[in-house]
């Protein structure tokens, strides 16, 4: 299917771009490169096949994360996530994996929504509760490690 725009015929995949266009123009209005980089190639996405641990939460708007981990020497080997929510869920679920990759148990669970929020260069105050609830998500999966590992590091 192909429409006609300004007296050509344009391809489907064209009128398509042109509206990604707009609307990435209007996006940049009101989040960060960064918020839009997560939200159009998220990092990390997916399920990991045998996690050590995984869990899923919902946020107050109804959105919901799941995150899985598998940890190899007390730090942080694998990480994925998933979601059904907004593009801002989708940026704090991408950006969160990014920050704790690689990391020590002990590190991840010191990990806040505020980090969260100035990594991705900050959120609309309506959008704040998606780093609450990646960050929620993440400190869920880590308690549920099989040695709670999260809990006997802290000191």
Do not use: W
């Amino acid at each position: 299917m192909s429409t006609i725009m300004e007296g050509k015929m344009k391809s489907e995949k064209d009128v398509f771009d042109e509206l990604e266009d707009i609307m990435l123009e209007d996006a940049s209005k009101v989040y960060s490169e960064q918020v839009i980089k997560h939200f159009m190639e998220p990092q990390n996405y997916g399920a990991i096949e045998k996690p050590d641990a995984y869990t899923f939460m919902s946020g107050i708007c109804g959105d919901t994360i799941g995150i899985f981990l598998t940890v190899e020497d007390d730090k942080i080997d694998k990480i994925g996530f998933v979601t059904d929510g907004c593009g801002p869920t989708v940026a704090c679920g991408s950006a969160l994996t990014c920050m704790v990759r690689g990391k020590s148990i002990t590190d991840a669970t010191k990990i806040s929504s505020k980090d969260l929020l100035e990594y991705l260069g900050g959120l609309p105050i309506e959008n704040t509760h998606c780093a609450d609830l990646a960050v929620n998500t993440l400190l869920g999966a880590l308690e549920k490690l099989p040695d709670r590992r999260c809990l006997s590091d802290s000191d």
